[in-house]
């Protein structure tokens, strides 16, 4: 909106912020005989009289118009973005594409994972650094305990407890909770299970004889190097080809296959440099 000085004019018509004068009650106009000093610019000539344009207020000066961009439909395709899925990265696949996990979910979330602490803790950083709590349930504290210390900058985003003494952790969508379950062979039943914005992470070093009800019951299993009688077994649990049953006896340290109900992805966990540093090289035994 414009303000003016006006000065008393004998027309009828009147402009708002332009004065009273013989005008056409046009806003805007109100031009004639009776005018007074007009603050706008005259639209017809572009000429400025007295004391120049005054910006709008709240809105400032009026800036160039420019002919709209617009895109045919056929190539609208070609404005899409490479954005992956949302989650923290567990690793590449063969193809060197980064493997992400989306572990922050609205709905319960159990992981487990046959394999080794060090990708267990690996996966507990990379947690924490997607905004997650993560409480670990561990009978070998004092193996987390470094971890524990330098996670965070001195915020206590990963804590330890006792196996069996895990308190309720409050999760919400704005404070999502990841539990590791570290509790050797045969893990007791928790008391704190997934359920919205918690996930719940349990580690078997081993094929253990609580491992298939687990399997059964997980959304993801992850699978490390194992014997090839355990291989054999989990292959048979999990319904795996006779390729990829059979590798598993052959894996490499820090390589996981992955398995959904509905999808299978070997994947390798290569560690930052800082992970490096806090945790060492991948391995799969302790």
Known sequence: MSFSSTSPGAGTGMGPGTGQGPGTGVPGSGSGAG????GASD???????????????GFGLIGPRRDRHSVPLEQLGALSLPVGDDGMVIGVDAEGRPAVLGINRPTPYDVTLI????????????????GARVAVETGRAQAWT???????GGQ?????????????????????????????MRPPRGRVVSGPWQSVVTLLPYLSPVAPRLLEKSSLVGVQRVSPDEAAQIGRIMGLPRAESEALSTLADGVTL????????????QATDAETGLLGSARRMD
């Not at 394999?115 to 947690?127: D, E, F, S």
């Open 35 to 38: 005018g007074g000093r007009h």
């Open 258 to 269: 992955w398995c959904t109900p509905g999808d299978r992805q070997f994947v390798m966990t």
């Open 146 to 152: 470094a971890l524990a210390q330098a996670a965070g």
């Open 43 to 57: 639209r017809g000539t572009g000429r400025s009289s007295g004391r120049g344009v005054r910006p709008r207020f």
């Open 156 to 184: 206590p985003c990963i804590t330890l407890h006792d196996v069996g003494r895990v308190p309720p952790q409050g999760a919400s969508a704005g404070s999502p909770v990841v539990v590791v379950r570290d509790c050797g």
């Open 115 to 130: 394999g080794g602490l060090w990708t267990a803790q690996v996966m507990a950083l990379r947690a924490a650094a997607t």
